[in-house]
Antibody, heavy 122, light 107 residues
């Protein structure tokens, strides 16, 4: 059974770079998209972006200029970098998986990692 | 961006009640809609995708319906473990977006 787990610093200073890694166990990267989603405390969910197993990416335009998602299949990991963070980037960050259905959109998210809280503060 | 509006945002119900949550899209999204359940301090869990397809392992008291701009999630008989926040999500167009959530609490 596939499991995802986020890791990275829980505190980042304003204007610095938030870096998180999602480690995947129990399945291969082939045939899926790999997703980052965040949820500010007490608020709703926001899709950040995703990467395919071949390395193609798609980002939320609201964050596009600051986001990079990358893949390291040799380590069974994918990563998120968010540059120039501000207080509004404080959130629980989740990684998740979506099936790759080819021409049909099937970007539902399952499973999810447990989430990791990242606080932006000096 | 496609806006998803959930109603109600808060719902108080009793065990055994039939509960219906609505998700309205700002433009048509065919059947490209998923529903998630989230308990406090936990990650969301997929319940339904393609508007009405039950994810494997999800109890049959959950059901989804709708297409276009109006969708519903129904819990036929609310159980104690169902008290949670429910989110809808569209995947018809980018950016992928979520509704604001519906919190279901015990009456």
């Amino acid at each position: 059974q596939v499991q995802l787990r986020e890791s990275g610093p829980g505190l980042v200073k304003p204007s610095e770079t938030l870096s998180l890694t999602c480690t995947v166990s129990g399945d291969s990267f082939s045939g899926f998209y790999w997703i980052w989603i965040r949820q500010p405390p007490g608020k709703g969910l926001e899709w950040i972006g995703h990467i395919s197993n071949s390395g193609s990416t798609k980002y939320n335009p609201s964050l596009k200029s600051r986001v990079t998602i990358s893949l390291d299949t040799s380590k069974n990991q994918f990563s998120l970098k968010l540059n120039y963070v501000i207080a509004a980037d404080t959130a629980v960050y989740y990684c998740a998986r979506s099936p790759d259905c080819g021409r049909t959109s099937c970007f539902w998210f399952d499973p999810w990692g447990q989430g990791t809280l990242v606080t932006v503060s000096s | 961006d496609i806006q998803l509006t959930q109603s109600p945002s808060f719902l108080s119900a009793s065990v055994g009640d039939r509960v219906t949550i609505t998700c309205r899209a700002s433009q048509g999204i065919s059947s490209y809609l998923a529903w998630y359940q989230q308990k406090p301090g936990k990650a969301p869990k997929l319940l339904i995708y393609a508007a009405s397809t039950l994810q494997s392992g999800v109890p049959s008291r959950f059901s989804g319906s709708g297409s276009g701009t109006e969708f519903t999630l129904t819990i036929s008989s609310l159980q104690p473990e169902d008290f949670a926040t429910y989110h809808c999500q569209q995947y018809n167009v980018y950016p992928l977006t979520f509704g604001g959530g519906t919190k279901v609490e015990i009456k």
